[in-house]
């Protein structure tokens, strides 16, 4: 066995640049492939496809894109300065191309399928351009590259969920693993480009969900993350649509948290027109279901989120948050925020504040309006709130979610909490690391019989302004 290793360069919604280890069988004279994800969990774990896909086709993953024979860039199209971080780091790689006309530059992920054959004229060192549901195809699209030709395969499926596809797990902290349980979107936010480059809801077979969760947890993991788009919405019909095997993501939930009351369960995105009571309630009833909720809200405006096409008002939405509050009290909420879209006035931006002021968020990712090409909003309303204007409301998001997150971590100072050990500190390797229910991360000092994977108890001592500071409980 050998360390193999796999750098991941992200956006705000995942970790930022870490390098990521694993464990594989080395194989000789293997190809080298070297892969970068950027954008949503979601993204990662398909990298985590790919890579399953292509050991089995001899390949082996590398850290060093310098000595790769295959580039993989996973894109994301969701904003427009996550596009240019993709151009740029394309550019880079046209270097390494120029010294070896021999390297596989391949496209995957959004972008390629937003972009489709654009992007084999754009950017002429790519090779392959692969959309989201077409990775079963990059053998043939390799060997397609291998003969001399440009490859691409964007089609999208209505059934695809690589549910018998077992990832190989580039995450390497062999502690915490995601598990997509659906693919695509139905919902068309007026804002959003997703929709056109995942394509179709559909929901993963719950059995194959839990074969991986059972595995993952055989395996020494001890906390699985659930991932779709709209969790909510998960629906699982069976083969025949009378039988009796319909699960609902509260269903789901349950199966899962029945695996071990030491596997610790998380998912993301919930929408607040579809979370039910049904859902909060099975999180209250496990203990290893976190109590952690991630509720884009993207605007406080009833009116702004009508043509944000969100589908609910602000009431529906404060009634969410105080059934959440009132069925799991110390339950974390975060969300996703966008400043500045088409037609907001001042007043509809002191709203979003104003709701924040009532959530009180733990977290959230603020981001300004970024227009798409394609979606509903950018056919339909023109972008009209000046970049200074987006950005300074941008900056007042900002600012208040950093006086609320520190007012919800401080709260924590003084209190013993059950955190999950993840590994080593980033900046100490005296120090160790892990999450509580909340999602919090905590670092405290290293003992000797305390290792990652396992559950324990630490008194909160102080806090910074994203992390908490403590000791083992004595
Ligand atoms: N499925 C999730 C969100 C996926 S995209 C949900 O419905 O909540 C992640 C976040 O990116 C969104 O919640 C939104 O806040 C932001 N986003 C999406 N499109 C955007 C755009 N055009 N401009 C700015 N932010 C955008
Ligand atoms: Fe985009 Fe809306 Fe679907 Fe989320 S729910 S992915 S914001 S269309
Ligand atoms: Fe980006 Fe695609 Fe995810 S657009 S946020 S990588 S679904």
């Not at 077979?205 to 788009?229: H, M, N």
């Not at 009796?244 to 596997?263: G, H, R």
């Not at 798409?372 to 007042?396: M, S």
């Amino acid at each position: 066995m050998i360390d193999l290793q796999l750098t991941d360069k992200t956006h705000d919604e995942a970790r930022q640049g870490e390098a990521l280890i694993m464990e594989a069988p080395k194989v000789l004279n293997a190809r080298k492939l070297y892969i970068e994800s950027y954008g949503c969990q979601m993204n990662f774990a398909d990298s985590e496809i790919v890579a399953s896909i292509l050991l089995d086709q001899g390949f082996e993953t590398t850290g060093d894109y310098h000595e790769a024979d295959a580039i993989f860039i996973n894109t994301c199209s969701i904003r427009e300065n996550a596009e240019q971080r993709v151009r740029n780091r394309l550019s880079q790689f046209g270097i390494e191309k120029r010294r070896n006309p021999k390297l596989i530059v391949g496209v995957l992920g959004c972008m390629a399928e937003r972009l489709k054959s654009k992007f084999l004229e754009e950017e002429k060192l790519v090779d392959m351009v692969v959309g989201p549901d077409a990775y079963r195809d990059l053998p043939q699209l390799i060997e397609q590259v291998g003969e001399g030709q440009k490859a691409i395969n964007v089609l999208l499926s209505r059934e695809e969920t690589y549910a018998d596809i077992s990832p190989v797990r580039l995450n390497g902290n062999g502690i915490t693993a995601f598990i997509s349980i659906m693919r695509g979107c139905d919902n068309m936010c007026s804002f959003c480009v997703v929709p056109f480059t995942r394509g179709r809801e559909r929901s993963r077979d719950p059995y194959s969900i839990l074969a991986e969760a059972q595995d993952l947890f055989d395996r020494g993991y001890k906390e699985v993350t659930l991932l779709g788009q709209n969790v909510d919405s998960y629906k699982w019909k069976g083969a025949d649509e009378a039988s009796e095997t319909m699960v609902n993501f509260a269903q789901l939930l349950e199966k899962v948290a029945l695996i071990s009351p030491d596997l610790r369960i998380r998912f993301s995105t919930s929408h607040p027109k579809d979370i039910t009571d049904e859902v909060l309630y099975t999180i209250k009833r496990y203990d290893n279901i976190c109590n952690n909720i991630h509720l884009p809200v993207q605007s406080g405006s009833s009116r702004i989120l009508d043509i944000m096409n969100r589908t609910y008002t602000r009431e529906w939405y404060i009634n969410r948050i105080d059934a959440i509050r009132s069925i799991i009290p110390d339950c974390a909420i975060s969300t996703d925020v966008i400043a500045g879209f088409c037609t907001e006035t001042e007043e509809e931006h002191q709203e979003t504040l104003s709701m924040m002021d009532y959530v009180g968020y733990d977290f959230a990712f603020c981001f300004s309006y970024s227009e798409r090409p394609g979606t509903l909003a950018a056919r339909k309303f023109e972008d009209d709130i000046p970049e200074d204007v987006k950005k300074r409301r941008l900056q007042e998001i900002l600012l208040k979610q950093q006086v609320t997150s520190l007012q919800r971590l401080q709260a924590s100072v003084g209190k013993t909490v059950r955190i999950l050990v993840e590994g080593f500190s980033k900046k100490s390797d005296k120090d160790l690391c892990g999450r509580n229910d909340q999602n919090a991360m905590i670092v405290f000092p290293a003992a000797e019989n305390v290792v990652p994977g396992q559950y324990v108890n630490v008194v909160i001592e102080r806090c910074t302004s994203a992390t908490l500071l403590g000791r083992i409980a004595s």
